[in-house]
């Protein structure tokens, strides 16, 4: 089964209530990418991490040895390939602007966890994008699923919001290769014909 890439739903009577895409996923997947809640900008063109600041498809196209000129749902099918799913953890919430420290708590409504693993048993391991997406998956999610999935390996690595400097560019790379050796994979480079190969490191 191919990636399923879903535009965003934006509903409410004052419009104000943001709501979450489907999944990017495929038969197989292992390791489940999590977020929190779409920015504006992503919303507005219906593509996860779509702010050209935001580090996440930079980072992850030089992982899986991805072009950098791919088209979105080029990258999608790329996470497919290697056996990674792309979510986040709100489905639906009052969010003024983009930042996570403005999502209303009162307003948060998860996504149905438990029918995901369910329908995608091999899934393992989950990657946290952030704190965000972390704590309220810990908060909201963990306690309610089958004791069966409350064992789901957790990581959380360093955002790759632009609003989270810290960190440069590189130095995120590196803390998130680690999602090669949860893998099993080896580290891979792209060309700019996008060819791929292992990288010497």
């Avoid at 996923?25 to 779509?50: K, W």
């Avoid at 990674?84 to 983009?98: K, N």
Wanted: hydrophobic share 40%; charged share 20%; aromatic share 8%.
């Amino acid at each position: 089964m191919g990636p399923q890439i879903g535009r965003a739903e934006v509903s409410s009577a004052q419009d104000r209530l943001k709501a979450a895409f489907p999944p990017v996923v495929g038969e197989g997947a292992r390791l489940l990418i999590l977020g929190s809640m779409p920015g504006e900008m992503s919303l507005s063109q219906g593509q996860y991490y779509a702010h050209p600041r935001n580090g996440f498809w930079p980072i992850l196209c030089q992982l899986l040895g991805v072009a950098p000129t791919a088209s979105y749902a080029e990258r999608c099918a790329a996470l497919v390939a290697h056996r990674i799913a792309l979510w986040d953890v709100i489905a639906f919430c009052e969010r003024p602007g983009s930042l996570d420290q403005a999502i209303r708590q009162q307003s948060i409504v998860v996504n149905d966890f438990a029918a995901f693993f369910a329908t995608y048993p091999e899934i393992d391991r989950l990657v946290f994008n952030g704190g965000t997406a972390e704590r309220e998956y810990r908060r909201r999610v963990r306690p309610a699923l089958p004791l069966k999935h409350q064992g789901i390996r957790c990581h959380r690595l360093p955002s790759t919001s632009p609003a989270h400097a810290t960190l440069s560019l590189d130095q995120k790379l590196a803390a998130w290769r680690e999602i090669l050796q949860w893998l099993g994979e080896p580290s891979m480079k792209a060309d700019q014909n996008g060819r791929s190969s292992r990288a010497s490191d």
